[in-house]
């Protein structure tokens, strides 16, 4: 059975808007539920807070208006929520402490995104709803 991220929960993190709304149709379009979007370091931690248990995995965006996004990164991974970065500042400026989260250089493709929420996932079969 092929891999899918068919219905697949996710919370996006990015502080462009323009940038967030396409990530969120490339999400959308590869059959994911995207749960909410938070362009602050603030409310991403409110938004893992309130959708605990409804995520099955995130995309963060590194830096959000000079913040880091690490508290988000480190809350979600207490709660086993998988997730992986974006940045548009190159991937050797990634915290050592997220050495093994696959990190996507901006822009990337639809299907890099794909391979490295899959990766996260653990390349689970298709999902039912």
Do not use: H, W
């Amino acid at each position: 059975m092929t891999a899918s991220l068919t219905g697949v929960r996710l919370l996006l993190v990015e502080d462009e808007a323009i940038v967030a709304m396409m990530i969120e149709a490339m999400l959308t379009d590869l059959g994911c539920v995207v749960v909410d979007v938070a362009a602050t370091l603030s409310r991403g931690l409110a938004l893992v807070d309130s959708t605990a248990g409804a995520l099955d995995a995130a995309v963060l965006d590194i830096n959000l208006g000079g913040e880091k996004v690490y508290p988000v990164a480190e809350r979600l991974a207490a709660g086993g929520v998988p997730f992986v970065f974006s940045t548009g500042y190159g991937l050797a400026g990634i915290s050592p402490d997220f050495a093994d989260v696959p990190a996507l250089a901006k822009p990337y493709t639809p299907y890099a995104l794909e391979q490295a929420l899959l990766s996260v996932l653990g390349a689970a079969p298709s999902r039912t709803q």
